[in-house]
C-alpha cells in the first residue's frame, strides 16, 4: 500500500465548477502537507502549503488538512480553464532530508 | 530569474552508454534532489543533498550516481544506463532543510532508454 493515495482522474468540470481534489496517507509521522500544479511538459510548482490540520485559503484555492482522518484537499472556487494541469499532494515529516512524498497527482481538465 | 536549469530536456539513447544530466540554481540553495515520475507511482526521490559534498540516497537510488562539487550544480549521472530508468527526471532545490520551505522545481528531463 502507498503511504499517500490520490485518485488519477481524469476529472473534467465546466468552468466555473467547484473543484475538489483529495489524498489520503497512511503514515502519521506527516505534518507539512502541500499541493503542487504540474502543466504540462513543466516542472511542478508550489500551489499551497499548509501544517499540521486546518483549513488555509489563497484567493480561489483553500488547503484543508484533517490528521484524524489522515486526509487532505484542495478545493478550487470559480474554476478556470487555465487551472487545467496535474494537481500533486505532498507531505512531509517533521525529520531532516526535506524529503517529499508526492501522491501520483490528479489530472483535472476545466472546459469552456 | 530564480530558477532550476535541467539539461538535456530529451534525450534517446542506448543501453550502456553513459550519460549526465545535468541541474544548475541560481538560488543560493543549500538543499538539492533529484527525482523521477513515471505514470501510477508519481514522483520518487532518486538522491538528495544538503549541502557541498553532502549526498545521500532517496527511495530509488540504484543505477544513479550523483556528485555536489559546487553549491550551484548538482549532476545525475547513469553510469551504465537501462530500460527502466526510461522516465522523467525533475531536479529540485530549497534554501536548506528548513521545514517552512517548498522546492523549486526545474522543468524535467525525458530519457528514453532504448
Known amino acids: 500500500q502507498k503511504e499517500v493515495e490520490q485518485d488519477p482522474g481524469p476529472l473534467s468540470v465546466p468552468e466555473g465548477a467547484i473543484v475538489s481534489l483529495n489524498c489520503t496517507y497512511s503514515n502519521s509521522a506527516f505534518q507539512y502537507f502541500m499541493w503542487y500544479r504540474q502543466y504540462s511538459r513543466k516542472g511542478p510548482e508550489l500551489l499551497m502549503y499548509?501544517?499540521?490540520?486546518g483549513n488555509k485559503e489563497d484567493g480561489r484555492f483553500t488547503a484543508q488538512v484533517d490528521k484524524s482522518s489522515k486526509y487532505i484537499s484542495l478545493f478550487i472556487r470559480d474554476s478556470q480553464p487555465s487551472d487545467s494541469a496535474t494537481y500533486l499532494c505532498a507531505m512531509r515529516g517533521a525529520g531532516g532530508g526535506n524529503k517529499l512524498t508526492f501522491g501520483t497527482g490528479t489530472q483535472l481538465k476545466v472546459e469552456l | 530569474e530564480a530558477q532550476v536549469t535541467q539539461n538535456p530536456r530529451y534525450l534517446i539513447t542506448v543501453t550502456g552508454k553513459k550519460l549526465t544530466v545535468t541541474c544548475s540554481q541560481n538560488?543560493?540553495?543549500?538543499?538539492m534532489s533529484w527525482y523521477r515520475q513515471d505514470p501510477g507511482l508519481g514522483l520518487r526521490q532518486i538522491y538528495y543533498s544538503m549541502n557541498v559534498e553532502v549526498t545521500d540516497k532517496g527511495d530509488v537510488p540504484e543505477g544513479y550516481k550523483v556528485s555536489r562539487k559546487e553549491k550551484r550544480n548538482f549532476p545525475l549521472i547513469l553510469e551504465s544506463p537501462s530500460p527502466n530508468q526510461t522516465s522523467l527526471y525533475f531536479c529540485?532545490?530549497?534554501?536548506?532543510?528548513?521545514?517552512?520551505?517548498?522546492?523549486?522545481f526545474g522543468d524535467g528531463t525525458r530519457l528514453s532508454i532504448l
Open positions: 499548509t501544517y499540521s490540520s
Open positions: 529540485a532545490s530549497s534554501p536548506r532543510d528548513s521545514l517552512a520551505q517548498p522546492q523549486h
Open positions: 538560488m543560493n540553495h543549500e538543499y
